[in-house]
T-cell receptor, first 114, second 115 residues
Framework: DGGITQSPKYLFRKEGQNVTLSCEQN?????MYWYRQDPGQGLRLIYY???????QKGDIAEGYSVSREKKESFPLTVTSAQKNPTAFYLC?????????????FGPGTRLTVL | AQSVTQPDIHITVSEGASLELRCNYS??????LFWYVQSPGQGLQLLLK??????LVQGIKGFEAEFKRSQSSFNLRKPSVHWSDAAEYFC?????????????FGIGTKLQVIP
């Protein structure tokens, strides 16, 4: 089955620690995205990548970093510089041509800072 | 820049009743429009999308949506709601920005279904 996997489902972090969220897709999509979801705020774009070895900041990139070394993988690191990292994080992928912005989502990772 | 407004944060309907969730968008050109559904603690699932052509689009799970350019709306409808439809629904618009299709999501409408 093609799809997007995110791991872990739940993640706990102590203040001052960096943590990396995994996102893998086997849909052969060129584009991948990371969103943050907070209650009452919808989804906000953190980073996106349209091709391997290239990525761009979204609307709320401060305190986050990403890499795109393989087409299938787009890990997100939440650094200690992120002031309020407790949230639900969603990864998505999509085509870069055709399908006009349709995105397909993973199941999400809930990060809690203790 | 595009924007999406979902004016109803929370809606309660009885099982078997009809449903309409409102969505208004702001974009200068023809938008690409989407509805997604999210169950608690899960990712978003695509219900339907509108790119062009027939303004009434059919989706999965018996949902449909109608694009009305004059009203800048893309409302989601279902004739008879089932208890399993209880979830949060997101309207989204995609528009070309900086060389890629930037997607902007509304804040969501949480649907409660009562027996």
């Amino acid at each position: 089955d093609g799809g997007i996997t995110q791991s872990p489902k739940y993640l706990f972090r102590k203040e001052g620690q960096n943590v990396t969220l995994s996102c893998e897709q086997n849909l052969n999509h060129d584009a991948m995205y990371w969103y943050r979801q907070d209650p009452g705020q919808g989804l906000r774009l953190i980073y996106y990548s349209q091709i391997v070895n290239d990525f761009q900041k979204g609307d709320i990139a401060e305190g986050y970093s990403v890499s795109r070394e393989k087409k299938e993988s787009f890990p997100l690191t939440v650094t200690s510089a992120q002031k309020n990292p407790t949230a639900f994080y969603l990864c998505a992928s999509g085509k870069t041509s055709g399908d006009q912005g349709t995105q397909y989502f993973g199941p999400g990772t809930r990060l809690t800072v203790l | 820049a595009q924007s999406v407004t979902q004016p109803d944060i929370h809606i309660t309907v009885s099982e078997g009743a009809s449903l309409e969730l409102r969505c208004n968008y702001s974009y200068g050109a023809t938008p690409y429009l989407f509805w997604y559904v999210q169950s608690p603690g899960q990712g978003l699932q695509l219900l339907l999308k509108y790119f062009s052509g027939d303004t009434l689009v059919q989706g999965i799970k018996g949902f449909e949506a109608e694009f009305k350019r004059s009203q800048s709306s893309f409302n989601l409808r279902k004739p008879s709601v089932h208890w399993s439809d209880a979830a949060e629904y997101f309207c989204a618009v995609a528009a070309l920005s900086g060389g890629y299709q930037k997607v902007t999501f509304g804040i969501g409408t949480k649907l409660q279904v009562i027996p």
